[in-house]
């Protein structure tokens, strides 16, 4: 793709906006930065001016302060540089208040009914863990597009960005005073490095548009099966159609003007699926970077004829879509604590063992944190890690703990990075210096998960931390820890095939949930254990975790409703029309032919048309029944085990009718045609 010549970097990078400021201002935004210090109105002006003087050069005259709420997408209010000056003239300004904050009705925001219209204040503000930058669109109009946080006017959280980033300060906190106990002084601070494997689907849009189920839910609900199994189509690796190398060149020229590197890109193992990976990035940056990518990948590919999906489960017989998180933890120095070959065997060792304790205790947490109905869908299906909660270590990591706790160095053994393995059917596995969480789905904000895992370790450490406080032997004492970890908490580590009824029947027998469905999942939030886990790290307080258990619950249930109501439409709308004429055509053929056999399919015909439609009075009624609840929980466990079912149960009859009733949807595009026909 041809590139202009003319387009500056539109990330203001630290070193870009340091030509703006003066020397004393500029340290003094880079010692608020670095510390999480509060930026006070008189940096915020001066900040102000040096953004505004950037944005006229690029062309900009428009801001908005972006930021992710708790329906889990991008959200921000456009505003203009311009405005009246006394003379009655325009003039443009950005004061460093409009640059702080921005007040927004927290009403209409997911909230978990904690805020009514009547009293709805909220706040946007500013966040500096990730830089500000300029958003262009296909027209060449441009945003400053300002990252920002989002909380009520009593400064409850209502983003999904706050709890990851005071997680990541828990961590550092106590990652940290563990690095100078053992004797690593020179590291200033810790934090998490994420690496995103973002799949999807890359379906013609013509196609898509003639579907109402994959218009509203992503999703093909009803049709056919693929005439060619998804292996037979070698899509893996596979990019090489110039209509998807001319997207793929204006998508990664488009995420590297602000800044964000694609790493690899190629086709997944099914039909017109895609894997775009993302370079490490620090996890509050990587969040923004996947959300932006998630943002602007599907308006570049209408440009390309194509249509986006990601959700998780599109496609019933064939592979979904995951967002493979990649964790590695760095330090300020640029050590990677996850990597054997960099630290000593205490430290890392120690590290992975509070991994095993803290995913032991607290893997319902994690499994919560990729709770939705979709995913639910996706889980322990075709090349998806299995529901089941397990910790995969291979048999490299797991002779190196054995060789330590028998009093051998591993200094005098050798160990390659090479020979660490990967294990595509478990959920959480290492693979020789990152840990990767498969368990995350293509559509999701990856803070939440982040978050999870960065306050659980943030816990180990604050455990082992007091632990050693009263140590006289250190090392010694760091063993014995290593040990109990090790001792108390194997049982989440399984290094077999997830999938198999071997370790379904071990993992019931050592009490290891199956969290199989979202509704159980939210529970979670309310279990004591997890509620006094985030409230001493000071992740999330109770309020705020019973804000997130209401919203899961609303959107699960709403999930369900527009999956039922889409059906019904489908089948009033298109399907029970066509049938009619079917019908209408088989019995004029049988009277003018005087077939028996025609006459005596027709009559099965009509038997099933009527059990098609008493099943869809019976689907129209439940969503009806869904007002008779007055608690959510109520209303989305019904969803769960009502509507759910009978959608299921419908399906298979639409299955039944394809097999009898010889018609065809000329304007439903079916799988075959979606995911076979180039």
């Not at 940056?285 to 996947?290: E, K």
């Not at 098609?612 to 689907?619: R, Y």
Request: overall charge negative; proline content about 2%; charged content about 30%.
């Amino acid at each position: 793709m041809k590139k202009n010549k003319n387009k500056s970097n539109l990330m203001l990078k630290d070193e870009i906006l340091k030509k703006y400021m003066t020397k004393v201002d500029f340290q003094h935004y880079l010692y608020v930065k670095r510390n999480s210090i509060d930026v006070n109105l008189d940096l915020a002006d001066k900040l102000a001016e040096a953004i505004l003087k950037w944005c006229k050069k690029l062309g900009v005259s428009q801001y908005s302060h972006y930021f992710f709420s708790l329906t889990g997408k991008t959200s921000g209010k456009v505003e203009s540089f311009y405005e009246t000056a006394k003379n009655g003239k325009l003039k443009i300004n950005f004061s460093g208040k409009q640059l702080l904050k921005c007040e927004v009705d927290s009403s209409s925001f997911p909230n978990g009914e904690i805020n009514s219209t009547y009293n709805a204040k909220g706040w946007v503000t500013l966040d500096l863990s990730m830089p500000i930058f300029v958003k262009e669109n296909i027209e060449g109009v441009k945003t400053l597009i300002i990252p920002s946080l989002f909380c009520n006017k009593d400064g409850v959280a209502l983003d999904e960005k706050t709890c990851l980033l005071r997680a990541g300060k828990a961590l550092d906190q106590e990652l940290t005073t563990f690095l100078h106990r053992m004797g690593m002084t020179d590291v200033d601070s810790v934090y998490c490095n994420v690496g995103c494997e973002q799949e999807y689907f890359l379906i013609d849009k013509d196609l898509f548009y003639k579907r109402k189920d994959l218009l509203y839910t992503g999703e093909v609900i009803l049709g056919e099966t693929l005439l060619i199994n998804q292996h037979h189509k070698a899509n893996y690796f596979c990019s090489d159609k110039v209509k998807i190398e001319s997207f793929v060149d204006e998508l990664n020229q488009k995420l590297l003007d602000v800044g964000i590197i694609i790493k690899s890109h190629h086709g997944e193992v099914a039909p017109k699926q895609q894997e775009i990976v993302q370079l490490y990035a620090p996890s509050a940056v990587a969040v923004n970077q996947n959300m932006y990518l998630m943002e602007i990948i599907d308006e570049i590919a209408e440009k390309h004829g194509y249509k986006v999906l990601l959700n998780e489960k599109p496609f019933e017989d064939v592979n979904g879509s995951g967002k493979h998180n990649n964790i590695s933890i760095s330090t300020s120095n640029n050590i990677n604590l996850l990597d054997f070959r960099e630290i000593d065997d205490d430290i890392f060792l120690t590290i992975i063992s509070a991994f095993i304790s803290g995913i032991d205790k607290h893997y319902d947490l994690l499994r919560l944190s990729t709770a939705s109905l979709s995913n639910d869908h996706r889980l322990g299906g075709k090349e998806a890690p299995t529901s089941v909660f397990s910790v995969f270590l291979g048999k490299e990591l797991l002779s190196m703990f054995d060789h330590y706790l028998n009093g051998e160095s591993l200094s005098t053994l050798k160990f390659d990075i090479e020979k660490f393995e990967r294990n595509r059917t478990s959920p959480f596995a290492f693979t020789g210096n990152k840990f990767e969480f498969r368990m995350v789905g293509s559509s999701q904000n990856i803070s939440f998960p982040n978050a999870v895992l960065q306050t659980i370790l943030a816990d180990e450490f604050r455990i082992i931390n007091a632990k050693l406080s009263k140590s006289i032997d250190v090392r010694k004492d760091l063993k014995d820890i290593i040990r109990s970890n090790i001792d108390n908490h194997i049982k989440i580590v399984y290094n077999g095939d997830c999938y198999s009824c071997e370790w379904k029947k071990r993992a019931e027998k050592l009490g290891i949930i199956d969290y199989s469905n979202s509704v159980d999942c939210f529970e979670c939030l309310n279990l004591k254990k997890n509620v006094e886990l985030f409230e001493r790290n000071r992740v999330l307080s109770r309020k705020e975790l019973k804000v997130r258990y209401v919203i899961s619950l609303k959107r699960y249930m709403d999930d369900v409703c527009v999956k039922a109501k889409t059906l019904i439409a489908m089948c009033k709308e298109d399907i029970i029309p066509k049938m009619i004429e079917t019908m209408r055509e088989s019995k004029i053929l049988a009277e003018n032919d005087n077939l028996k056999s025609i006459d005596s399919d027709f009559n099965e015909q009509i038997q099933i048309f009527e059990e098609f439609i008493e099943n869809l009075k019976i689907l129209q009624k439940d969503v009806v029944s869904l007002d008779e609840f007055d608690e959510f929980k109520e209303k989305a466990e019904f969803a769960r085990d009502v509507i759910l079912k009978h959608i299921e149960e419908f399906k298979k009859l639409y299955k039944k009718m394809e097999e009898n009733f010889l018609f065809h949807l000329k304007d439903y595009p079916d799988l075959n045609q979606i995911l076979l026909c180039d």
